[in-house]
């Protein structure tokens, strides 16, 4: 097979912290070569490198066999690399077409031939079955097309080696299946794929070999045929990671959550809630089970004070709730492991100190003089210690949260979130996009949470999480409870099919 790319010894230190220590990684035409580690494993500065965002402190890159020395993204597009970030880089004020076209050089001159530029994307994208509608605004499609149109751009860029960063991280099932179509025929056209992944069926699926990185550095590489699940998990955390049985609860106690016939939006039925009624007791774990943008964003919404309800009844530690705002629910020991960690569950460019006392800034622990003056080293003393029960792994606390890999981003939160003694966890898709010593981690703290007698409200369209994690499960369906099920003794067939919309028996 012809290679592509090579990267020779590569290291990337930044003060005396090596990101990236003398890895060797190599993508050869028409493959997927997934790239496996634990968040901070060096997998992003890795990538980093290769499309000039970083200069390697040592090292050489190499494509088609000669050397080359990338100095910026642009350049990078110049030698056909081409990056999908799990977070788009897409203008959601814009059209599909004006998104794909936007900072084009191609042509010389002031003016875009637009004709010709619809043409060659729409050519491109029924080559690779790239569904999309061009005229449509961002804001205005799915997710799994999103991404779609990131993919086409870079190919309209004439990318020939594509770096899939996380890609199905926000994507349901079927759009899953959908990208799985779209790497096969990129594959068969030659395109190769750099594929970066935590979840471990995917890649077994996806991918033709798998380099695992571990601590910034290279473990091996192996051909997709020579290896299995386990194998991976255990080369990827360098330890063997014991199957987890966490044992199911049935707990009769003080309910912490009831909500009585609630209507949210109900005309809208992916956005919505449509007569939902559920109770969380005190020491258990109810899980939401469902393809995700059935009504579960915003039944999250709706029990951290984000939102009101149009109709029904909320009451909160026994009291009903008149007030639905934010603050009022923080009052209440309502904690919030937000879906989207980087939009509402941190201020990135605030450290990571800043961070994991953002809540309690007005404590007498952190101020004095009503909450006027900060105890600065009350504050380090206090981030410190979570930093070291929480294994956040940063360069110090006064690091910018944002520049932390997404397990570690996740651990700030559960050390701001989970330390306030809550009577009541909500936590939206958890773990994702996170590797499988986070996501132990993650459900270990949500398990501790609820021997301490909190109750938790998991919401996860990963229906091996659900399983795992939930004493009882509730299904959404078009914003509507399609039934409940035992955690113990799930009935897989059952809650499949009130996935599908199929109204099931309440066990």
């Known amino acids: 097979m012809e290679e592509i790319l090579r990267m020779e010894h590569i290291t990337k230190r930044f003060g005396d912290v090596y990101a990236n220590r003398n890895i060797n990684f190599d993508v050869q035409r028409g493959e997927v070569h997934t790239l496996l580690g634990e968040n901070g494993a060096g997998k992003s500065t890795l990538m980093n490198v290769l499309i000039g965002l970083y200069q390697p402190t040592e090292g050489n890159i190499y494509l088609h066999g000669k050397p080359v020395k990338i100095e910026s993204p642009a350049q990078a597009v110049k030698l056909g690399i081409g990056m999908v970030h799990q977070h788009f880089m897409l203008v959601e004020a814009m059209t599909v077409f004006q998104n794909i076209i936007l900072g084009d050089k191609r042509e010389k001159g002031v003016f875009i031939n637009t004709d010709k530029a619809r043409k060659d994307i729409l050519a491109i994208s029924e080559k690779y079955g790239l569904d999309i509608q061009l005229d449509a605004l961002i804001t205005d499609i799915s997710v799994g097309e999103q991404q779609r149109v990131e993919i086409l751009k870079a190919l309209y860029r004439d990318a020939e080696l594509l770096i899939l960063d996380e890609p199905t991280a926000a994507l349901t099932d079927i759009e899953v299946e959908g990208l799985f179509e779209v790497i096969d025929r990129l594959k068969s056209e030659g395109k190769s794929i750099i594929f970066i992944s935590h979840k ?26 020579e290896t299995n699940g386990p194998e991976l998990a255990n080369l990827m955390i360098g330890r063997e990671l014991v199957p987890s049985q966490y044992e199911k609860v049935e707990a009769g ?3 912490v959550l009831v909500l009585q016939h609630v209507d949210y939006n109900k005309t809208r039925k992916h956005n919505g809630l449509n007569d939902v009624s ?19 964003s915003q039944l999250a919404e709706l029990v951290t004070g984000v939102v009101t309800p149009d109709s029904g009844d909320v009451d909160l530690k026994g009291s009903k709730v008149f007030s639905f705002d934010p603050l009022a629910f923080i009052k209440q020991s309502v904690a919030h492991i937000p879906e989207d960690r980087n939009l509402q569950g941190l201020v990135g460019n605030m450290s990571v100190c800043d961070n994991i006392v953002l809540k309690r800034t007005n404590s007498k622990e952190f101020s004095s003089a009503g909450g006027w003056r900060l105890n600065k080293r009350a504050m380090k003393s206090y981030a410190d210690a979570m930093k070291e029960k929480y294994d956040i792994r940063c360069a110090s606390i006064e690091q910018e949260t944002r520049n932390l890999s997404g397990g570690n981003q996740q651990k700030v939160i559960l050390a701001r979130e989970l330390e306030g003694d809550p009577d009541l966890i909500v936590a939206v898709h958890p773990t994702r996009g996170l590797d499988i010593g986070a996501t132990r981690f ?13 109750g938790v409200l998991l919401i996860s369209a990963d229906f091996d999480e659900v399983l795992e994690m939930s004493d009882r499960i509730l299904v959404m369906f078009e914003g509507e409870i399609m039934g409940e099920y035992s955690g113990k003794t799930p009935p897989i067939e059952q809650i499949s099919l009130a996935m599908a919309g199929n109204k099931g028996v309440e066990e």
């Open 278 to 296: 559920l109770t969380i007791a005190k020491g258990e774990i109810l899980g939401i089970a469902g393809v995700d943008g059935n009504g579960q």
């Open 200 to 225: 471990m069926r995917e890649v077994l699926h996806v991918s033709d070999r798998i380099t695992i990185l571990r601590a910034g550095e290279t473990v091996c590489t192996l051909p997709i045929q």
């Open 442 to 454: 993650v459900h270990d703290s949500l398990i501790e949470s609820r021997e301490k007698g909190c």
């Open 253 to 255: 106690g003080e309910k």
